[in-house]
């Protein structure tokens, strides 16, 4: 079947550098994916998304690099703050109402 | 403007008792989805409604049902709560295909 996965469990950083969550796709037909930002005790929380006529997506301190050739998603966090701690789930949603969620990535920001 | 809204944040239910979990979302939105997260398992879909008067199965089903009330809400409901039940519940909604949820802050089930 079709998945969505994460490289890494869990990612350390220290307070103010860059960091990069990785997500690998499985669906070629995938069209459309969302990166959501969860917190401890909240709900995910919608990041940033990507269509796939896109290679690059860019936000508040935050970038989203789509590798069609490869079925690749990146988050980047630029000046990553401690508050920007929690798990980053990637997801898949291919033209359908049914997102395909990771399992998640723990980002800890070390002051 | 809520959101999505998820009523209770918490509860603790004996084995075999019943309870409704409920939703509502003020956006308008089309679709709405109950999932389940577990540690080291992700969310996962229990089910869905893509519009008012249609519901479908997700991935893990047994053992609930639901129902879309109106536009606003949806409801899951555990008919006889099991161990295996506790877990964290979202709720999430979407305005259609291709945009992303916007999700409620859960409901933490503890099946004893």
Redesign the interface.
Known sequence: GESVGLHLPTLSVQEGDNSIINCAYSNSAS??F?W?KQES??????II?I?SNMDKRQGQRVTVLLNKTVKHLSLQIAATQPGDSAVY?C?E?G?????T????TSLIVHP | NAG?TQTPKFQVLKTGQSMTLQCAQDMNHN?M?WYRQDP????R?IY?S?SEGTTDK?EVPNGYNVSRLNKREFSLRLESAAPSQTSVY?C?S?IG??????????TRLTVV
């Open positions: 069209d459309y969302i959501y005790g909240k709900g995910p929380q919608f998304d269509r789930f997801a949603g033209g359908s109402y049914i997102p969620f990771g399992r998640g | 999505v679709s989805y080291g398992m992700g969310l879909l869905y893509a997700g979202f999430a979407i295909t291709n945009y992303g949820y916007t999700f409620g802050s859960g």
